[in-house]
């Protein structure tokens, strides 16, 4: 389905990169339940190859579907998505499902296996379950994405690509999901679906288990959204996709980027009609997110794409994203790394033992991890969502540059000034008379505000002042921080 299977009014997921699941647990008991968070995407939960150095890609590389990674084990997994679902909470799996590993011998669960020859005993997958017999090409691998045929048949980047169309491996990979599905799970993130034929894809969708009723009720089927990179300029599109899930729109975060950048002429002004005005897939087909684990290390999708790094303006995308009422969105939860090198892995104690995740008081994280979702302009950004709901976008106005405000209906009002001089302005807001808190330069805390208070008058306009030189150039307030 293309519903995200959320606790009522929930609507922001999380992507733990590389966490661990008893780290994801108390994350969703201490943090992200409370916070209104919806979900998490967390990292291939399945046996993978072990890679020398530990990067973080050993992971995309599956020796079997036994529960036991880097992340923890299967106990371990069981727990956290109970504890998760009780905190309202949902798990979704990234499924890496289109290949098996092409480096290593000896899989996170211990099991031994040949690449070379194909042999995963795990499994077990042999020679035969591989489709090298349908790719045409020279090398085995995929040299023109062109030609759709060798996107599915051939190999990505050396990874022996499995033969889906087969009963025999659908059948080993249905299994594992349904494991899954029957653990809790609430949906998977189909990895390198572009890679896999839609009419496979279909067969083993329909092959899923329904939800447990005791958790989601009646009837309720797994949420799919695909990752299918589709920036145009190619024969395969993201709507091959669309009629059996949501997909991930990888044009959102890239365009999004470049007019927070301010790049090719671009401005906040144009964002007015952000979504299909600017040629994406329909607001209820995509899954959303300024950058992802891949293109914030320059993997995956190209694009000049706004990541912690560029903290200021990666806020600014991210209050947007959050504020405007298109897709569903995943927010992107790093390590930090060096840029020098896109391998390194999570923080570890160098034998590939990932570190647990450190929590200052001030709610931010240490010991190298970034933790976006703990910023208070992005967290208290996932309240506003909840707060707007599905009201729609009204009182939009702009200054015919980068200084942009709307609501959404009566319920939630943002202003951003991404010009380099201020914004001193009377603005609509849509909102009841009152007080309320702006969420971000502070928190809404026992119904006091540590930061600004905003005063909307009896007509619903307010003075709204920002300096080009704040910290946070941007005021958000909704109706459930009002004083
Ligand atoms: C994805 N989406 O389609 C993931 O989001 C992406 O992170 C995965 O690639 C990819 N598909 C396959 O699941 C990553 C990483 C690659 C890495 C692969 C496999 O971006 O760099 O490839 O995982 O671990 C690595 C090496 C590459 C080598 C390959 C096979 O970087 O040089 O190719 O392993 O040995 C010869
Ligand atoms: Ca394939």
């Known amino acids: ?22 780290d994801i647990a108390n994350e969703c008991e201490r943090f992200l339940g409370p916070y209104g968070f919806s979900g998490v995407q967390v990292s291939p939960p399945n046996e993978h190859a072990l890679i020398d150095g530990r990067p973080w890609w050993q992971r995309y590389q599956p020796v079997s579907y036994k529960l036991q990674s880097r992340s923890g084990s299967e106990a371990e997994f069981i727990d956290m998505v109970n504890r998760c679902n009780n905190a309202g909470v949902r798990i979704y799996v990234d499924a890496v499902i289109n290949h098996m590993a092409a480096g290593g011998n000896r899989g996170s669960a211990g099991t031994s296996y040949n690449p070379g020859a194909k042999d995963f005993p795990g499994v077990p997958f042999s020679a035969w379950d591989f489709g090298d017999s349908l790719c045409k090409t020279g090398s085995g691998n995929i040299e023109n994405y062109n030609d759709p045929d060798q996107v599915r048949n051939c190999k990505l980047v050396g990874l022996p690509d499995l033969l889906v169309s087969k009963d025999f491996v659908l059948d080993k990979i ?16 189909i990895d390198a679906a572009k ?35 589709d920036l145009g300029g190619e024969p395969i599109k993201n709507t091959d996709y669309t009629w059996m899930g949501r997909v991930s729109e990888f044009r959102y975060g890239k365009f999004l980027s470049e007019v927070v950048r301010k790049k090719f002429g671009q401005k906040l002004k144009y964002l007015n009609n952000f979504g299909t005005g600017w040629g994406m897939i329909p607001d209820g087909d995509a899954q959303i997110m300024v950058d992802n684990h891949d293109n914030q290390r320059g993997h995956g999708a190209g694009g000049d794409i706004l990541t912690f790094f560029d903290s200021r303006l990666y806020k600014i995308a991210t209050a947007f994203m959050l504020a405007w009422p298109y897709g569903y969105p995943v927010i992107m939860s790093s390590y930090n790394f ?28 240490g010991g190298g991890w970034i933790c976006e979702h703990r910023w208070r302009q992005i967290y208290n950004m996932a309240r506003f969502r909840n707060a707007a709901g599905f009201q729609p976008v009204q009182n939009w106005w702009d200054n015919g540059n980068n200084q942009i405000a709307f609501s959404r209906g009566n319920k939630a009002f943002i202003v ?43 007509d619903g ?8 030189s704040e910290e946070d150039p941007m005021i958000a307030i909704h109706v459930d921080a009002k004083l």
């Open 174 to 189: 249905v299994e594992f999901m349904n494991r899954l599905i029957n653990i809790g799970v609430a949906g998977f993130r």
């Open 416 to 458: 951003i000034n991404n010009d380099d001089h201020s914004l001193d302005q009377w603005l609509q807001t849509g909102l009841p008379q009152g007080q309320y808190c702006d969420i971000m330069s502070g928190n809404f805390e026992q119904g006091r505000c540590t930061g600004k208070v905003i005063t909307v008058e009896g």
């Open 338 to 365: 060096n840029r020098n090198n896109d391998a390194q892995g999570p923080p570890s104690d160098g034998n590939g033992n990932t570190n647990n995740v450190i929590i200052n008081a001030d709610l931010s994280c």
């Open 195 to 229: 890679h896999m034929w839609p009419n496979d894809l279909n067969k083993l969708i329909g092959k899923l288990n329904n939800l447990p009723s005791q958790t989601f009720g009646n009837n309720k089927r797994p949420f799919i959204y695909f990752e299918v990179i």
């Open 461 to 468: 306009r307010t003075k709204v002042t920002i300096s080009n």
């Open 1 to 22: 389905t293309k519903d995200p299977n959320s606790a009522p009014n929930r609507h922001t997921a999380v992507h733990l990169f590389e966490w661990k699941w008893t």
